[in-house]
């Protein structure tokens, strides 16, 4: 009961020194912060959320935490509870260690920007807002929580608002979040007219769920993860600043509906329907995104492919039914993902703003502790043996490998597996090697405490976390203790044969002259042409009939035929039958004589 207690009690106080540059300047007016400040605060949160995770890993009990009830319908309560379980306090620890790293990098890159402090708490406030979707126990707070991270995603995004392609890509992420939110909104309905709770531990005791509202969670971490269909906002929120995409794709907003579908796993448990979704949904959208990143020049949108593919990878494993295996790959990914980006972002700011690594090239020379992390987080990201990726990528493929399931999906997810290594080395080899393809005038300098340290710091984590997070991980379902050599190193030999197909193509461009280009070869470089349908087409056909309408139906019809037109016409049909009645005809004169004779007729009746 004591180390339950001690355990909520670190935990609130962690959540409480992040809050504390957010709250400061509210309660004092005249206190400031400044990015030391904060990097301190955020690294004095990390040192306290190590107790409770160690807590913890040494007892193994669960804690719930009740501070306030809300009850504004007679049957219906809504109590502020928080949850102290494997999943929370271990990723606690992990988005902390991450967040510090980058926000020490943020007072580096974003040094030069007028309203930085505003930048660094809204910063503050994403992370705060994934904490609070991590930590809580019923579908309220977890609500609160995952608009929290979307509303902040859209405000840093389009952090600079005077590039129309900033504000077009925050506007995209909005819109498309907006389409997952009302699955999870209406999910919350069925929920609270159903079982009239949103207490996740009370929904988990009825084992009968209709399929219908885990098709609505479904579509909300489908936007929010970026699987296939609601995935287009992701490469396009590359527009933001670099600290952004390495807070973004690491460790909140991508990793929330993930981190959904992990609460909710006992609901999908016993639902062969939702399950299959998940893993053709992961299947299809791992690959697409491997697809897509093979022939991308941005080094940013390359790395922003790979978080959907290994996004996919995380909703094959919530297929499998295997929670804690993609909880474990979404712990490793953050490092290595966040290391990747912030290497991006000094290697980027070094060249001006240079993001093609077609115009890179030799930069191991001049950036070599920048370039050597390039190579670890991407080797990490590989899968390579004893790094951070190794030890939950290689598990999923081994469990996929060792399943009964869909067949194609094992297949997608191997091709992309290869994929994956097939474009991190051609990033390294571009950004890295063969002569130097930037201007000579540049003055790069990668000396800067506040730069090395956190990828330093980060390629440490991407080296050790795996190991160390396995060690502690306690897996929920006993995973296959006996395989052939073949299932047990399908993952290295597929990663293999992607470098052995990176460096074919590498060797073949030098010698082979650009074939034609055609609508079928441009379907990576134009992202599957998934843009091109539903920005362009669907809006252009919708466009053309609403033109139509406006100018056919309602212009021709309505104003002109049945408005001043058809009365004139009406009136003129009028004037001609009313004013000329004598016009010759026998037909005429025997109608009206007939008409007259009966109306006399009529009325003798009826006076009569």
Same mark, same amino acid.
């Given at each position: ?184 909104? *209406?999910?919350? @309905?069925?929920? #609270? !007219? =159903?079982? $009239? ?6 929904? %988990? &005791? ?13 579509l909300a971490a489908t936007g929010k993860s970026a699987q296939f269909g609601l995935h ?54 791992? *690959?697409?995104? @491997?697809?897509? #990143? !093979? =022939?991308? $020049? ?6 922003? %492919? &790979? ?27 953050a490092f290595f993902k966040a290391m990747l980006f912030l290497c991006s972002g000094s ?37 390579t043996p004893f790094l951070a990726g190794f030890y939950s990528k290689d598990l999923i ?212």
């Amino acid at each position: 009961m004591e180390t339950a207690l001690l355990t909520s009690t670190l935990t609130l106080l962690t959540l409480t020194i992040i809050l504390t540059p957010l709250l400061l300047p509210l309660l004092l007016p005249k206190h400031k912060n400044t990015p030391t400040t904060i990097t301190r605060t955020i690294k004095t949160a990390f040192t306290t959320s190590m107790v409770p995770m160690t807590m913890y890993i040494f007892t193994g009990t669960d804690n719930i935490i009740s501070c306030w009830e809300w009850q504004f319908i007679t049957n219906f309560k809504i109590p502020l509870s928080l949850k102290m379980d494997q999943y929370s306090l271990m990723f606690l620890p992990t988005a902390l260690f991450v967040t510090w790293s980058i926000i020490q990098f943020t007072t580096w890159y974003m040094l030069e920007e007028p309203y930085k402090m505003k930048f660094f708490s809204y910063l503050l406030t994403f992370l705060v807002a994934m904490l609070l979707l991590t930590i809580a126990n019923n579908m309220l707070l977890l609500f609160i929580g995952w608009e929290g991270v979307g509303i902040m995603s859209f405000l840093l995004i389009g952090w600079w608002q005077g590039r129309a392609e900033a504000n077009t890509a925050a506007l995209q992420a909005m819109l498309y979040n907006r389409i997952g939110d009302i699955g999870l909104i *209406l999910s919350m @309905a069925w929920l #609270a !007219l =159903t079982m $009239n709770t949103w207490e996740l531990q009370q929904t %988990f &005791s009825h084992t009968k769920i209709q399929t219908l509202p885990l098709l609505g969670i479904i579509l909300a971490a489908t936007g929010k993860s970026a699987q296939f269909g609601l995935h287009p906002w992701l490469p396009a929120a590359m527009e933001g600043p670099t600290p952004v995409s390495a807070l973004l794709h690491s460790s909140t907003m991508v990793v929330a509906g993930i981190f959904l579908l992990i609460r909710t796993q006992p609901l999908i448990n016993n639902n062969k329907t939702a399950l299959s979704i998940c893993l053709c949904l992961g299947a299809l959208s791992t *690959l697409f995104a @491997a697809t897509c #990143a !093979l =022939t991308q $020049n941005d080094i940013k949108k390359i790395t922003a %492919f &790979s978080t959907s593919s290994q996004l996919g990878l995380m909703m094959v494993t919530i297929g499998l039914n295997q929670p804690q295996l993609a909880f474990l790959h979404i712990s490793t990914h953050a490092f290595f993902k966040a290391m990747l980006f912030l290497c991006s972002g000094s290697i980027i700011h070094s060249l001006n703003g240079e993001q093609d690594i077609r115009k890179m090239g030799g930069l191991q020379k001049t950036m070599p502790t920048t370039t050597s992390c390039l190579t670890i987080g991407s080797l990490a990201l590989m899968g390579t043996p004893f790094l951070a990726g190794f030890y939950s990528k290689d598990l999923i493929i081994e469990n996929l490998n060792t399943s009964y399931l869909n067949t194609w999906a094992l297949l997608l997810t191997l091709l992309a597996t290869s994929f994956t290594a097939t474009y991190s080395l051609r990033m390294m080899l571009l950004v890295q090697t063969e002569f130097t393809r930037t201007p000579t005038i540049l003055t790069m300098n990668e000396n800067n405490p506040t730069i090395i340290n956190p990828i330093t710091r980060l390629a440490m984590g991407s080296i050790t976390a795996g190991l160390l997070i396995t060690t502690y991980l306690t897996p929920i379902q006993t995973p296959p203790m006996t395989m052939s050599t073949l299932t047990k190193t399908t993952a290295m030999i597929i990663t293999t044969l992607g470098i052995i197909l990176a460096t074919e193509l590498s060797t073949m461009t030098h010698m082979l002259t650009p074939p034609k280009q055609n609508t079928y070869m441009n379907f990576s470089s134009m992202l599957g042409y998934f843009n091109l349908l539903a920005h362009r087409l669907n809006p252009t056909k919708l466009l053309n009939n609403g033109q139509k309408t406006a100018s056919q139906l309602i212009d021709l019809s309505w104003y002109k035929k049945m408005g001043p037109e058809g009365l004139a016409n009406f009136h003129l049909l009028l004037s001609k039958n009313a004013t000329t009645p004598h016009t010759g005809y026998i037909k005429a004169y025997l109608g009206s004589f007939a008409l007259s004779t009966l109306i006399i007729i009529t009325s003798c009746l009826t006076t009569n």
